[in-house]
C-alpha cells in the first residue's frame, strides 16, 4: 500500500520553464520531507515543513504544505539543469520510532 | 555531512549465499534505519533501530535480520540471498526534528 503518491514519476523539460511536483495522501502527517537524491548517491534533505499551510522557499524552489497537512508540492521557478535530479517526498507520522513513509519519486530532467 | 558511511559499496553474490551489509556513523544518533531502494517504489524499510539491541521490523523485512551491538554500527545480514533481493541498500540516521540523513548506498546484485 502506497501511503504517498508522487507525481508525475518522469518530468523532462527545457530550460527555464516552471514545475510543480505533487505528493498527495489520505494519511494525516506530523511534518513532510523532501529530499533529492543524485546517481549514484543517497537522498539529500532540502526542506521540512510542519504547519499546515506553511509555504517554505529554498531559493527557485517553492515547498508547501497543505492545510490538512496530508499533502504537499515542490514548485520550481526557472528550472536549470542542475536541478536534475530524483525528488523524494516523505511523511513522517506520529509515534516514537520517528519512521518515515517514502513516495515514490519524481525524476526530473531539465534539458539545456 | 551525517558522518554515515556503508560497506561494501558494491557487491555481488549468488543465490543462497549470505550477505552482511555494513553501516557505520559517528554522530552517535540513537536511531538507525535500513532501506532498500527500487525502481517505482522509492524508499521501503525494511528495518529500524532505536538504540543498542533495540530492533524492530519495517514494511518489507521478510529475508532480513539485523544487529545493533554498538550505537555506532547496525548491520543488515541476508541469511540466504535470493534474486529479488538485488537492489541498492540505504543506512539512514534521524536528527532531532525526525529528518533523516543517508549513507551513500550498497548496491547488491544477486546472481
Known amino acids: 500500500t502506497q501511503l504517498l503518491k508522487q507525481s508525475p514519476q518522469f518530468l523532462s523539460i527545457q530550460e527555464g520553464e516552471n514545475l510543480t511536483v505533487y505528493c498527495n495522501s489520505s494519511?494525516?502527517?506530523?511534518?513532510l520531507q523532501w529530499y533529492r537524491q543524485e546517481p549514484g548517491e543517497g537522498p539529500v534533505l532540502l526542506v521540512t515543513v510542519v504547519t499546515g499551510g506553511e509555504v517554505k522557499k529554498l531559493k527557485r524552489l517553492t515547498f508547501q504544505f497543505g492545510d490538512a497537512r496530508k499533502d504537499s508540492s515542490l514548485h520550481i521557478t526557472a528550472a536549470q539543469p542542475g536541478d536534475t535530479g530524483l525528488y523524494l517526498c516523505a511523511g513522517l507520522m506520529g509515534g516514537s520510532a520517528r519512521q518515515l513513509t517514502f513516495g515514490s519519486g519524481t525524476q526530473l530532467t531539465v534539458l539545456p | 555531512d551525517a558522518g554515515i558511511t556503508q560497506s561494501p559499496r558494491h557487491k555481488v553474490t549468488e543465490t543462497g549465499t549470505p550477505v552482511t551489509l555494513r553501516c557505520h556513523q559517528t554522530e552517535n544518533h540513537r536511531y538507525m534505519y535500513w532501506y532498500r531502494q527500487d525502481p517505482g517504489h522509492g524508499l521501503r524499510l525494511i528495518h529500524y533501530?532505536?538504540?543498542?539491541?533495540?530492533?524492530d521490523k519495517g514494511e518489507v523485512s521478510d529475508g532480513y535480520s539485523v544487529s545493533r551491538s554498538k550505537t555506532e554500527d547496525f548491520l543488515l545480514t541476508l541469511e540466504s540471498a535470493t534474486s529479488s533481493q538485488t537492489s541498492v541498500y540505504f543506512c539512514?540516521?534521524?536528527?532531532?526534528?525526525?529528518?533523516?540523513?543517508f549513507g551513500p548506498g550498497t548496491r547488491l546484485t544477486v546472481t
Open positions: 533501530s532505536y538504540g543498542v539491541k533495540d530492533t
Open positions: 539512514a540516521i534521524s536528527g532531532v526534528a525526525g529528518e533523516q540523513y
Open positions: 494519511s494525516v502527517f506530523s511534518s
